[in-house]
C-alpha cells in the first residue's frame, strides 16, 4: 500500500532550476502540463468536502490555497495541505460565501427584473446595464477576495478594500479566467455524455487554478502597496518634531 500513500502524499514535480522563465499563457500550460494529476486529485478532495453544501467556501478556499501554491510552484502536500487549509479557513470562508453570494443573488435578480421590463421600457435599460457591470464587478471582486484570503491573513475590512482596488486595477485576467471556468461547464454540456467524468476530473480544479493564475499578479501588487498590510497609525506630535 505504500504506492498508494505516496500517490497523495509525496512532493509534486517541480521544474529544473535552470529553465527560462516563461510568462502568460506558455507559463499556464507548463503548470497545467506539470500538476494535472495533482489537479485530478485536488478536483477530487474538493468533492469529497464540498459534499455537505455548508462546507462548500470551505473547500473552494482550501482549493484555491492549493491553486496559489502550484502557481508559485512551492512544494505541496497535497492532503496536509488541503486540510490545513479547510480547517484554518473555515469561518472566514463560510461568512464571505454567505455575504458574497448574497451580493450576486441581488444583482442576478436585478438583471432579471430589469431584463423584463427593459422588453417594454426603454428607459429601464440603464439600471439594466448598471445591474450587469455591478455583476461582473462582484464576480471579479470574490475572485481577488479568495485569493487574497489564502495567501495573507488580513482584517475584514482590510482584505475587502484591497480585492476591490485589484478588481479596479486588473479586471481582465480575472474575467478571462471566469470565461475560460465557464467554457469548461460549456464544454461539459456541450460533449455529453462523452464528456461525463469533467466535473469529477478537472472543472473544479482547472477552474479555480485558471481563477489563481489570472488574478496572482494583481492580488501581490495590492499586497506589495506601501502600508497596504499594515495597520494605520495616527502622527503623534513628536514625529512631526
Known sequence: MQWLRDMWTREG??????????????LFAEILVREWWEMVKLNILFILAGLFVVTLPAA???????????????????????????????WRATAWGLALAGALAVCLYAIATYGAGARDNL???????????????????????VILMVMRDLPALRLLRLAAL???????????ALAFAASLW?????????????PATVNFSLGMF????????????????????????????????
Do not use: W
Open 210 to 241: 485558471a481563477v489563481a493564475f489570472g488574478v496572482h499578479r494583481a492580488a501581490v501588487m495590492v499586497l506589495d502597496l506601501p502600508n497596504a498590510t499594515q495597520p494605520h497609525r495616527e502622527p503623534h506630535a513628536r514625529d512631526a518634531l
Open 186 to 198: 460549456l464544454a461539459h454540456i456541450l460533449f455529453y455524455p462523452v464528456s461525463v467524468f469533467m
Open 123 to 145: 428607459l429601464l435599460s440603464a439600471p439594466l446595464t448598471i445591474a450587469l457591470v455591478a455583476t461582473a464587478f462582484v464576480a471579479v471582486l470574490a475572485c481577488h477576495l
Open 13 to 26: 514535480p517541480g521544474i529544473p532550476k535552470d529553465a527560462p522563465k516563461k510568462n502568460g499563457l506558455a
Open 166 to 176: 485589484a478588481s479596479v486595477i486588473r479586471p481582465l485576467p480575472a474575467l478571462a
Open 60 to 90: 473552494l478556499a482550501a482549493m484555491a490555497r492549493v491553486s496559489v501554491a502550484l502557481v508559485e510552484d512551492r512544494n505541496t502536500y497535497l492532503v496536509r495541505d488541503f486540510t490545513e487549509a479547510f480547517l484554518r479557513y473555515f
